[in-house]
């Protein structure tokens, strides 16, 4: 009797653990706070006891949650050993790795929610093997075409995690630890981006076949993932592959809430577009800039700034969300300051000053323009409005550094680093006095 009841409330239900939980993600909060979201369950459907007893839980699931998402950075620090082997300039780095966020976009659109009806473990080992083709792009590098199939292929591999690798670990939680759980979502999430660069770069750095090795450790680890994931607990009753299509999702937004939209829009486009600065043009940053050639050095300074975002991510529940979208995006302008003074003074401490505070304000600032955009959008059209904030991050992460790639050419990198970090400065700058006078409406 005592297992039965153990196994009858292992998972909570799916508005439950949104309401309950700290998760702030890309990709996350959308899915497991929203009915119809790009992972939300259409039915609300979960398995039942017998099919999750004996079976790993939710830190199981984090675990394969941030393999999966180390593999999206893996290349960063090793874009300067691809440039003098290819011979392409830093406008082509930048492209190449904004085609990761073309595929992430699509997938959110496309297949977002999928594993409502094929289940989770489907679309998690889907994901687990777009992100094993993206290593085996890297690993047998053919030139600059192969880069680009491994970022796209990155791309729909985090498309894929972001909304059925978050809802996942929400699921699994059992009853009292929904909080927890968030926050376990939100650390595999950004934790993984972060420690991506980092295990390239100590193993470029330190190992032999700088260019090899990482990748070849990312197919082992996710292996594990893999195996992991095929003993995770299936939570959705009645997951079907066949006749499965994927459905376009609609971005529309009310007009009763283009107010808020655009303003929680524009702070995420603001700070994503730092994450992008650190994960595409920071090597080039440290190596050109700073003159520091050490690629473990590189991967931590990348490290630094997702670690910082997890942090800002957990503190919203101590800021208050009225307070954490507006003072996200003032403390991410001191972040874009620090940025700014690094590359004037040529100073790696100020660099690194800056991926913390600015990493800080993203994250503040993003979980506080998701609560906003779930306060303020009704709930026939929330999965449509809370996909087209997360197309306007998403962009956020790719168009401003191809601009960095493209002013490179005629300005040079430093220049090119201080009119974005100047841009961008002022776009968060605006948005923060906008709504430090008009703050979004609490929850």
Do not use: K
């Not at 292929?153 to 929400?170: E, H």
């Not at 090597?283 to 050109?288: D, L, Q, T």
Request: aromatic share 8%; hydrophobic share 55%; with cysteine.
């Amino acid at each position: 009797m005592g297992e039965r009841g153990e196994d009858e409330t292992a998972g909570p239900p799916r508005g439950r653990a949104g309401r309950d939980s700290g998760g702030g993600t890309p990709g996350a909060e959308h899915t497991h706070r929203h009915p119809g979201g790009p992972a939300a369950g259409r039915t609300g459907r979960t398995a039942g006891p017998a099919r999750r007893r004996g079976r790993l839980g939710y830190p199981a699931a984090a675990a394969v949650f941030a393999i999966g998402m180390a593999g999206t950075t893996l290349p960063t620090p090793l874009y300067g050993l691809y440039r003098a082997q290819l011979g392409f300039s830093e406008l082509m780095v930048t492209v190449v790795f904004a085609v990761y966020a073309l595929g992430v976009i699509a997938t959110l659109l496309l297949a977002g929610n999928v594993s409502d009806e094929a289940g989770r473990r489907p679309v998690l080992l889907a994901a687990l093997g777009f992100s094993a083709a993206s290593a085996f792009c890297f690993l047998f590098e053919g030139g600059l075409a192969a880069l680009f199939a491994g970022r796209l292929l990155s791309g729909f591999a985090a498309g894929l995690l972001s909304g059925a690798a978050t809802v996942t670990v929400m699921e699994l939680a059992p009853p009292g630890r929904a909080a927890r759980a968030g926050l376990a979502a939100t650390a595999a999430n950004m934790g993984g981006l972060g420690c991506g660069p980092l295990l390239a770069g100590v193993l470029a750095e330190y190992a032999p076949w700088p260019l090899r090795l990482p990748f070849i450790a990312h197919l082992t680890l996710i292996a594990l993932a893999a195996a992991l994931t095929w003993f995770l607990p299936e939570t959705v009753a009645g997951a079907r592959l066949r006749g499965l299509r994927p459905r376009p999702r609609g971005i529309a937004v009310p007009a009763a809430m283009r107010g808020v939209f655009v303003t929680s829009a524009l702070a995420a486009f603001a700070g994503f577009s730092l994450l992008g600065l650190f994960t595409a043009v920071a090597p080039a940053f440290v190596a050109e800039t700073l003159d520091v050639h050490n690629l473990a050095l590189t991967g931590l300074v990348v490290f630094s700034v997702f670690l910082a975002s997890t942090a800002g991510q957990a503190l919203m529940g101590r800021v208050g969300e009225r307070r954490a979208l507006p003072g996200g995006c003032f403390v991410l302008v001191g972040g874009l300051v620090l940025v700014g003074a690094s590359l004037l003074a040529a100073s790696l401490p100020l660099l690194v000053a800056g991926a913390l505070c600015g990493g800080l304000g993203q994250g503040l600032a993003f979980r506080g323009a998701v609560a906003a955009i779930s306060a303020a959008a009704p709930p026939e059209h929330r999965a449509a409005t809370v996909s087209a904030f997360f197309v306007i991050a998403y962009l956020g992460i790719s168009l401003p550094v191809v601009g960095v790639g493209a002013l490179t050419l005629g300005i040079g990198l430093r220049n090119a680093g201080l009119t974005f970090a100047g841009c961008v400065l002022a776009l968060a700058l605006a948005v923060g006095l906008y709504l430090a006078r008009r703050p979004p409406a609490p929850r």
